[in-house]
Nanobody, 121 residues
Framework: QVQLVESGGGLVQAGGSLRLSCAAS????????MGWFRQAPGGEREFVAR????????NYADSVQGRFTISRDNAKNTVYLQMNNLKPTDTGVYFC??????????????WGQGTQVTVSS
C-alpha cells in the first residue's frame, strides 16, 4: 500500500511560481513511476507530468512544457513539481499519483487527495 500526501498549493499571481510536494509512504516507492495530474474547476482530470523511478525519463503535457519541472528524491520518498510562470489556466486541484506502469494517462494505482492551486490574473 502507498499513501500520498500533496502540499505546497496556494494562491499566486500570474507569472509567479509554486513548488508542489508529494510525500509517499511505502517500501517500494523507488520502483514506482510518479505523476502529477490536475483538475480545473468544472473540468476533467488531465495529465501534467511524469517521472520514472530512476529520474532518467520525464514527460510533460504540452500546456506546461517549459514551465513545469518534475523531480523526485527517492531517499526522501518525495516527488516535486516546480511550477514557474504560472497562468490562470493552471488553476485547479493538483493530484500526485504513483504506479508501477504509470504513464502519461493510465497505470496509476495510488492517488493523493490533491492540493489547490489558484492563479490570479
Amino acid at each position: 500500500q502507498v499513501q500520498l500526501v500533496e502540499s505546497g498549493g496556494g494562491l499566486v499571481q500570474a507569472g509567479g511560481s509554486l513548488r508542489l510536494s508529494c510525500a509517499a509512504s511505502g517500501r517500494s516507492f523507488s520502483s514506482y513511476a510518479m505523476g502529477w495530474f490536475r483538475q480545473a474547476p468544472g473540468g476533467e482530470r488531465e495529465f501534467v507530468a511524469r517521472i520514472n523511478w530512476s529520474s532518467t525519463t520525464t514527460n510533460y503535457a504540452d500546456s506546461v512544457q517549459g514551465r513545469f519541472t518534475i523531480s523526485r528524491d527517492n531517499a526522501k520518498n518525495t516527488v516535486y513539481l516546480q511550477m514557474n510562470n504560472l497562468k490562470p489556466t493552471d488553476t485547479g486541484v493538483y493530484f500526485c499519483a504513483s504506479g508501477i506502469t504509470g504513464g502519461t494517462k493510465r497505470g496509476y494505482d495510488y492517488w493523493g487527495q490533491g492540493t489547490q492551486v489558484t492563479v490570479s490574473s
